[in-house]
C-alpha cells in the first residue's frame, strides 16, 4: 500500500513561487510513476507536471518552463517547484501515483491508483 502526504501551497502574489512536496511511503515497483494533477472549480483534473517510470519527466505546455519536478530520495520527498506562477494557476494540487510501468496514458488521472490530500494553491493579482 503507498500512501502520499502533500504539504506547501497557500497564497502568493503573481510572479511568486511555491513548492509542493509530495512526501510517500509503502512500496513501489520496480517502475512507477508519481506525478501532479491540479483541479479549479468548475474545471476537470489536469495533469501539469509528470515523473514517470523512473525519472522521465514531462511537463503540460501551461507550465513548461515555470513548475519543475525534483526528488529527494533519502526523504522518500518529490517536489513541485512552481515559479512565476498567474492567477490561472489557482487550483488545489494532487500528487499521484501508480505503480508499475506507464504508457501514453500517463497524462490520464484515472492512471493512478494512490492520491494525496491535495493541497490549495491561490495567486492573486
Known amino acids: 500500500q503507498v500512501q502520499l502526504v502533500q504539504s506547501g501551497g497557500g497564497s502568493v502574489q503573481v510572479g511568486g513561487s511555491l513548492r509542493l512536496s509530495c512526501t510517500t511511503s509503502g512500496a513501489f515497483t520496480d517502475y512507477f510513476c508519481i506525478s501532479w494533477f491540479r483541479q479549479a472549480p468548475g474545471k476537470e483534473r489536469e495533469g501539469v507536471a509528470y515523473s514517470i517510470n523512473n525519472g522521465w519527466k514531462r511537463y503540460a505546455e501551461s507550465v513548461k518552463g515555470r513548475f519543475t519536478i525534483s526528488e529527494d530520495n533519502d526523504k522518500n520527498t518529490q517536489y513541485l517547484q512552481m515559479n512565476s506562477l498567474k492567477p490561472e494557476d489557482t487550483a488545489m494540487y494532487y500528487c499521484?501515483?501508480?505503480?508499475?510501468?506507464?504508457?501514453?496514458?500517463?497524462?490520464?488521472?484515472?492512471?493512478?491508483?494512490?492520491w494525496g490530500q491535495g493541497t490549495q494553491v491561490t495567486v492573486s493579482s
Open positions: 499521484a501515483a501508480k505503480n508499475g510501468y506507464c504508457g501514453v496514458n500517463y497524462t490520464v488521472a484515472s492512471e493512478y491508483t494512490y
